[in-house]
T-cell receptor, first 112, second 110 residues
Framework: EAGVTQFPSHSVIEKGQTVTLRCDPI?????LYWYRRVMGKEIKFLLHFVKESKQDESGMPNNRFLAERTGGTYSTLKVQPAELEDSGVYFC??????????FGSGTRLTVV | AQRVTQPEKLLSVFKGAPVELKCNYSYSGSPELFWYVQYSRQRLQLLLRHISRESIKGFTADLNKGETSFHLKKPFAQEEDSAMYYC????????????FGKGTRLHILP
């Protein structure tokens, strides 16, 4: 089975620009999660989808971040406008039943 | 507050020496504890979880509820163990998110 796929793997953008990250979960996994690791800090939860619904978005830092999962398949995470402190590695994970996450390889976002 | 603390950012150990990566947690209730590992240029992956009580790649971790610790141990380090290790916890409900520590980089010296 294909794993969790994220792209791009790297993105460098200027402050104020918009970036959209994409995550393709494992086929059949209803649960999809976004996490972020900012340099020197822990990997922090952003949000959790069950199919197309947001189950928990308590970790979203502010309204510059918008996550969608139309149709319950792939998900996008848009940052608009990006700020310097948004730099970090964004991880996506999926799970069939809420247990046993499989992580993607992450997107390294650098805002300059 | 729910929190995972890994006190060491970097741990350097000689090949063949014992390894212990420390992890303490704070959680109101009975969490599930995990260790995740990220090898160079690879994705984050589950190493072991406390409920399975298994040994993976020679690593073990015992949950000590009294000390709220879940230290990761291996008796003899190997060079291929060099990686970033994250301790993590979750509630037992399928809707509970995973909370990670800041991670410890393990460097095995030849």
């Amino acid at each position: 089975e294909a794993g969790v796929t994220q792209f791009p793997s790297h993105s460098v953008i200027e402050k104020g620009q918009t970036v959209t990250l994409r995550c393709d979960p494992i086929s059949g996994h209803d649960n999809l999660y976004w996490y972020r690791r900012v340099m020197g800090k822990e990997i922090k939860f952003l949000l959790h989808f069950v199919k197309e619904s947001k189950q928990d978005e308590s970790g979203m830092p502010n309204n510059r971040f918008l996550a969608e999962r139309t149709g319950g398949t792939y998900s996008t995470l848009k940052v608009q406008p990006a700020e310097l402190e948004d730099s970090g590695v964004y991880f996506c994970a999926s799970s069939r039943n809420g247990y046993g996450y499989t992580f993607g390889s992450g997107t390294r976002l650098t805002v300059v | 507050a729910q929190r995972v603390t890994q006190p060491e950012k970097l741990l350097s150990v000689f090949k063949g020496a014992p390894v212990e990566l420390k992890c303490n947690y704070s959680y109101s209730g009975s969490p599930e504890l995990f260790w995740y590992v990220q090898y160079s240029r690879q994705r984050l992956q589950l190493l072991l979880r406390h409920i399975s009580r298994e040994s993976i790649k020679g690593f073990t971790a015992d949950l000590n509820k009294g000390e709220t610790s879940f230290h990761l141990k291996k008796p003899f380090a190997q060079e291929e163990d060099s990686a970033m290790y994250y301790c993590a916890l979750s509630g037992k409900s399928r809707d509970d998110k995973i909370i990670f520590g800041k991670g410890t980089r393990l460097h095995i010296l030849p």
